[in-house]
């Protein structure tokens, strides 16, 4: 069974969700998998591949690579499929991840098992699992008759296990003209550079219990003490209080970060369903009733503005220890 | 500037879901219907275009069960100008890479400058039909857009990534996706309901649009099985009198128990 998968950089760094699927690939396969990077200047990171599971790695290193575009990223993922001849494909469901493995996939006729949590092998099937319906129900899907198998990992799952090991073989793509139509110009960094939610292992999130956005500073305490992203219910987005880029849930973003706490958050369904799969969630509610309370492992039901400050006092006391 | 907008009508979020007897898709009754929220955006930029252009058509299209058009009626009373149906007969179940053939067989007879889809839609939440259409017609896309700049044969677009927007140039025809954030999309007004009734649909059949996946047999992905989740532990409450004295337990507890931090 042979794995080949996408490994994303920006700006010369290699993403942490890239190389949970590079190890989930070693783990499957039980032995290295291949990779292919795509950029300007990437060859340097090639070689710290192996000990994520690279076997062997395809380089696409130009100066049109320099800045995304799915003509160039996915023409050199097919440049190495064309080379690695893989049963199987991974790559971490991204922004980037998720704009190239669908046109990967329909250039070679199959569709692609989307934002899995849970991949396994049935003999030389992919057998992996997802959340549907607002995470209200989860579906086992498959690749039915597909000669290539591709799935997208949800980045903060899969573990990304670094060990010891040979390095791995580089091979240096060749490339036609690269010229994309659609071409990134700039990129614009959100004002503040912050941490995104969407790849995050711990967030703290607000809600309407926060009673306005003078409040922030309370939440931004206990994020910066957790060194979290910080997240927000729709409610709050929708009434201005803070950007949509914050916005965790079915509207917003689908996150599953180690910890989310959930600060003056009731907890809708459609909040549920963007955050449902946190491995521990902490709810700080005043009210009892609170259906947050249903899905958090931890819970506080008291007055945020209490109880937030003490928190993050315990936190950096605890971290200074 | 025509637009093409392809919508999914999906189970509203509130929806309970239950699962159906044949343990891998869901049970429909009760289940009430609506446009994907994305796909709302994806409807309204292309009004808002028509109507910065002064010129244009914008048609919806979807492929599903008779139920969908209702979906469509819905885009009608809001603005757009015509329909296709895409009926899909007796097929339960399509994966992505079927639809976008059904989609792109549809886009293929004519001659939009945009081909709008939602960044994903809710339900399935795969974000792919959108990429595959443009792949299967050799067009330009831009993904998870927040913004659209109008050019002279082009766009400007902002698609939205982690922390940051990339601005992208892209010339049309193209395929776009559109993300929340990109605009506020608007209510139907009587009188546009009472308008999208004298609205054209037109009609095609998946089964003669030449889609090997729609046949199970031949499908790319597939559900093997759906089922609900596992019910998450049981909340442990802490009591929260003494808020210092709160913290500190939780803080223990993520740290000795549950190992987080």
Known sequence: MKFLVFIEQRGGKTRKASLEALSLARTLSGGPAAAVIAGKGVSALAKDLGPYGAGTVYVADRDELELYSNKGYVGALDAAAKEEKPDAVLIAATAMGKDIAPRFAARHDVSVLADVMELRLEGDRLVGSRPVYSGKARAEVDCGAAALQIATTRPNVFPAESRPGAEPRVVTLELGEISPRARVVRIEASETKELDVAEADVIVSGGRGIKGPENWPVIRDLQEALGAALGASRAVVDAGWIDHQHQVGQTGKVVSPSLYVACGISGAIQHLAGMGTSKVIVALNKDPEAPIFKVATYGIVGDLFQVVPEVAKAVRAAKAE | ?261
């Open chain 2, 1 to 261: 500037m025509n637009s093409l907008v392809a919508i999914a009508y999906v189970p509203d979020t509130e929806t309970k879901i239950r699962i159906a007897a044949d343990g891998k898709s869901i049970d429909e009754s009760d289940v009430k219907w609506i446009v994907s929220p994305y796909d709302e955006f994806a409807l309204e930029e292309a009004i808002r275009t028509k109507e910065a252009k002064g010129a244009g058509t914008v048609t919806v299209v979807t492929i599903g069960p008779e139920r969908a058009k209702t979906g469509l009626r819905e885009c009608l009373a809001r603005g757009a100008d015509e329909a296709v149906w895409v009926d899909s007969g007796d097929v339960r179940y399509l994966d992505a890479l079927a639809t976008a053939k059904g989609l792109a067989a549809v886009a293929k007879g004519r001659s939009d400058d945009f081909l709008w889809f939602g960044q994903k839609g809710v339900g399935y939440d795969e974000s792919l039909v959108g990429p595959m259409v443009a792949e299967l017609l050799g067009l330009p896309h831009v993904g998870n857009v927040v913004k659209l700049e109008l050019g002279d044969g082009r766009v400007t677009a902002h698609r939205e990534i982690e922390g940051a927007h990339e601005i992208v140039e892209c010339p049309l025809p193209a395929v776009l996706t559109a993300q929340k954030g990109l605009n506020e999309p608007r209510y139907a007004s009587l009188k546009g309901i009472m308008g999208a009734k004298k609205k054209p649909i037109s009609e095609k059949k998946l089964a003669e649009l030449g889609v090997p996946e729609a046949d199970p047999a031949n499908a790319k992905t597939r559900w093997r099985k759906l089922d609900l989740p596992p019910a998450r532990q049981a909340c442990r409450m802490i009591p929260a009198d003494d808020p210092a004295a709160a913290a500190k337990e939780l803080v223990r507890l993520l740290r000795e128990e549950a190992k987080v931090i």
